[in-house]
């Protein structure tokens, strides 16, 4: 069993930054992807950035790429989302997600492939 708790979230003008913490209690951390996706109202959940359990194995949305990063530190047992030059439509409420991420048909990138879900955290971008 894992438990994810996001922290972080908040107001912020266009063009300034957040940074997203997402810990998470349970045995074997490291063993386990972790991503980021956010909700806007009235739209679909949608995904932001994973990794996996090496920093150099992480994936973004095409909509962050190059704003975002994600980062882990397996030793506290937490992730991050480093959200930089942010744009109106970056608000929404930010969701922690894990999983083992095993199976030959697990995509990274798929809501439905993560067991584990926070209760989200709310950033609004705006002036």
């Known amino acids: 069993q894992v438990q994810l708790v996001e922290s972080g979230g908040g107001l912020v003008q266009p063009g300034g930054s957040l940074r997203l913490s997402c810990a998470a209690s349970g045995r074997s951390f490291s063993r386990y992807v972790m991503g980021w996706f956010r909700q806007a109202p009235g739209k679909e959940r949608e995904f932001v950035a994973a990794?996996?359990?090496?920093?150099?194995?992480?994936v973004y949305a095409d909509s962050v790429k190059g704003r975002f990063t994600i980062s882990r530190d397996n030793a506290k047992n937490t992730v991050y989302l480093q959200m930089n030059s942010l744009k109106p439509e970056d608000t929404a409420v930010y969701y922690c997600?894990?999983?083992?991420?095993?199976?030959?048909?697990?995509?990274?990138?798929?809501?439905?492939?993560?067991?584990?879900w926070g209760q989200g955290t709310q950033v609004t971008v705006s002036s």
């Open positions: 997600a894990a999983d083992q991420g095993l199976g030959s048909s697990w995509y990274i990138w798929a809501v439905q492939s993560y067991e584990y």
């Open positions: 990794i996996r359990w090496r920093a150099g194995n992480a």
